[in-house]
T-cell receptor
Framework: AQKVTQAQTEISVVEKEDVTLDCVYE???????LFWYKQPPSGELVFLIR??????QNEISGRYSWNFQKSTSSFNFTITASQVVDSAVYFC?????????????????FGKGTHLIIQP | DTAVSQTPKYLVTQMGNDKSIKCEQN?????MYWYKQDSKKFLKIMFS???????INETVPNRFSPKSPDKAHLNLHINSLELGDSAVYFC?????????????FGPGTRLTVL
């Protein structure tokens, strides 16, 4: 079965520091998709990025960047020059392309989240 | 306009009661989902619903039942509420039942069972 591990429960850094959130996944499928979501203190879930298993190019969006490495089954997220507004819980998630059989609901499999605290 | 909306935002009720949470999406999406986020922030899929096909996570008690009056709505009914049902429940939708599509989440409903 698929699994997503975010080993860092909580990270606290001072504003303007760079910070990397780790995500390691397990899947039997050869085609799958990885996602990052942000959950700010207000509670909503905000989509950040999607990456498919055949595209290992790193992606940069402003201060955010993602490093996908199939060899280590990792999809890490880096925030450069962190800001207080980046404080949130960040979730990594996995979705398998093949129809899930065996009684489970298809949908995202989430990691347990990393609580990022940016101190001013 | 809110893409995925849920009502109520907060729900406090007594053990043993029956309650419903409503979800509506105005994105024209084909697939909707319910997730449960527990007190440790762990998010877990409960149901997915697509073209009248309901897929249930095997760990969900049968006290929980989704009801879809039309493609834009997927309501969650919970019978005989228990203390352990206290959580935040998120509705989500995606364009298709396809693992590629990102899911858009509602604002969540915080359920407290006393």
């Amino acid at each position: 079965a698929q699994k997503v591990t975010q080993a860092q429960t909580e990270i606290s850094v001072v504003e303007k520091e760079d910070v990397t959130l780790d995500c390691v996944y397990e899947t039997r499928d050869t085609t799958y998709y990885l996602f990052w979501y942000k959950q700010p203190p207000s509670g909503e879930l905000v989509f950040l990025i999607r990456r498919n298993s055949f595209d290992e190019q790193n992606e940069i969006s402003g201060r955010y960047s993602w490093n996908f490495q199939k060899s280590t089954s990792s999809f890490n997220f880096t925030i450069t020059a962190s800001q207080v507004v980046d404080s949130a819980v960040y979730f990594c998630a996995l979705s398998e392309a093949e129809v899930y059989s065996g009684g489970g609901a298809d949908g995202l499999t989430f990691g347990k989240g990393t609580h990022l605290i940016i101190q001013p | 306009d809110t893409a995925v909306s849920q009502t109520p935002k907060y729900l406090v009720t007594q053990m043993g009661n029956d309650k419903s949470i409503k979800c509506e999406q105005n994105l024209g999406h084909d697939t909707m989902y319910w997730y449960k986020q527990d007190s440790k922030k762990f998010l877990k899929i409960m149901f997915s619903y697509n073209n009248k096909e309901l897929i249930i996570n095997e760990t969900v008690p049968n006290r929980f039942s989704p009801k879809s009056p039309d493609k834009a709505h997927l309501n969650l009914h919970i019978n005989s509420l228990e203390l352990g049902d206290s959580a935040v429940y998120f509705c989500a939708s995606s364009r298709e039942r396809n693992s590629y599509n990102e899911q858009f989440f509602g604002p969540g409903t915080r359920l407290t069972v006393l």
